[in-house]
C-alpha cells in the first residue's frame, strides 16, 4: 500500500547527466528503504543504488562511483543524481520500496526511460 511516483529521466548524450526522483506516498511509515533499479534480462531488476532510514546506501557495482543517490529528511523522497552516462546505462528504470511488513522491495513505480546516445 505504497504508491511511487517517478519523475526525471529522458535523452541525454554519452557523458551527460540525468536525475531521477521518487516520492512515495500512502503507508510511508511502513518503509524500510527505497532504491532504483534497472530492468534487466527476462525482467529482472537490478539494483542501481538505494538507501534505508539510517542513510546507508548501497550502489550495484556497474554504477562505479557514477550515481550518488540521497533522501529527504522524511524518508519519502529519493533522488539518483546520474553522471558520465554511458550508452549501456539505457533501460528503463524503476523506483522499488522495501518495507517492514513484506521485508522485500514489494512496491514499484511505473518505470521511467533512460536513453543515452553515443
Known amino acids: 500500500q505504497v504508491q511511487l511516483v517517478e519523475s526525471g529521466g529522458g535523452l541525454v548524450q554519452a557523458g551527460g547527466s540525468l536525475r531521477l526522483s521518487c516520492t512515495a506516498s500512502?503507508?510511508?511509515?511502513?518503509?524500510?528503504?527505497l532504491g532504483w533499479f534497472r530492468q534487466g534480462p527476462g525482467d529482472a531488476r537490478e539494483l542501481v543504488a538505494g538507501v534505508n532510514k539510517d542513510g546507508k546506501t548501497n550502489y550495484g557495482d556497474f554504477v562505479k562511483g557514477r550515481f550518488t543517490i540521497s533522501r529527504d529528511n522524511t524518508m519519502t523522497t529519493i533522488v539518483l543524481q546520474m553522471n558520465s552516462l554511458k550508452p549501456e546505462d539505457t533501460g528503463v528504470y524503476y523506483c522499488g520500496a522495501y518495507t517492514y511488513g513484506r521485508a522485500t522491495y514489494d512496491s514499484w513505480g511505473q518505470g521511467t526511460q533512460v536513453t543515452v546516445s553515443s
Open positions: 500512502g503507508r510511508v511509515f511502513q518503509l524500510y528503504a
